[in-house]
């Protein structure tokens, strides 16, 4: 599987897609998980509300945030995937962080859901023929690759975790 092109997606995407290594996306979404994984479980319980600066995410919220993105591209894909036509509406992440009420929930609960979405997205990417990684769409007033779509969820991710190391949890 190669890496989208232009036109595939925003070009402000291109942040995440880049980060992510040639191979076989699939793979590397179940790979990348156990690494993000074991850097969320040196997380010690009185970290989980930190934030680096006034109106930053804590880190229960970034990886709420994780999971919001990870459910939202997959379903963009699955939805692109299946031959839907319609454009799906862009998505706003503050006011997405503001009502999802991550910085309430235990990181190892979100970590958890994020693992559970994680495996089903591997499963239903794995599933794709051809095809269906080659169909496009429309999100947010903007082209969208089923192809792009993974490679933007695997670099989401990326980018967030060197966040994760450098801002919240260097120096501690």
Same mark, same amino acid.
């Given at each position: #599987?190669?890496?989208?092109?232009?036109?595939?997606?925003?070009?402000?995407?291109?942040?995440?897609?880049?980060?992510?290594?040639?191979?076989?996306?699939?793979?590397? @979404?179940?790979?990348? %998980?156990?690494?993000?994984?074991?850097?969320?479980?040196?997380?010690?319980?009185?970290?989980?509300?930190? /934030?680096?600066?006034?109106?930053?995410?804590?880190?229960?919220?970034?990886?709420?945030?994780?999971?919001?993105?990870? /459910?939202?591209?997959?379903?963009?894909?699955? %939805?692109?995937?299946? *031959?839907?036509?319609?454009?799906?509406?862009? #998505?706003?992440?503050?006011? %997405?962080?503001?009502?999802?009420?991550?910085?309430?929930?235990?990181?190892?609960? @979100?970590?958890?859901? %994020?693992?559970?979405?994680?495996?089903?997205?591997?499963? #239903?990417?794995? *599933?794709?023929?051809?095809?269906?990684?080659?169909? /496009?769409? #429309?999100?947010?007033?903007?082209? @969208?690759?089923?192809?792009?779509?993974?490679?933007?969820?695997?670099?989401?991710?990326?980018?967030?975790?060197?966040? @994760?190391?450098?801002?919240?949890?260097? *120096?501690?």
């Amino acid at each position: #599987m190669t890496r989208p092109v232009s036109g595939e997606f925003h070009e402000y995407y291109d942040r995440y897609v880049s980060r992510v290594p040639d191979g076989d996306i699939v793979e590397i @979404l179940a790979a990348q %998980w156990e690494a993000t994984r074991t850097l969320l479980a040196s997380v010690p319980p009185e970290r989980e509300e930190y /934030r680096y600066a006034e109106g930053k995410w804590s880190v229960r919220e970034v990886v709420g945030h994780l999971v919001d993105v990870e /459910r939202l591209f997959a379903f963009r894909a699955l %939805w692109i995937g299946r *031959g839907a036509v319609e454009e799906q509406p862009s #998505m706003e992440q503050d006011d %997405w962080a503001a009502t999802s009420n991550a910085g309430g929930l235990r990181l190892a609960d @979100l970590v958890a859901e %994020w693992g559970v979405a994680r495996r089903a997205n591997v499963l #239903m990417f794995a *599933g794709f023929d051809e095809d269906t990684w080659s169909r /496009r769409g #429309m999100a947010g007033g903007n082209p @969208l690759t089923v192809r792009a779509a993974a490679w933007i969820i695997a670099g989401h991710e990326l980018h967030h975790r060197v966040l @994760l190391k450098r801002d919240y949890l260097e *120096g501690r």
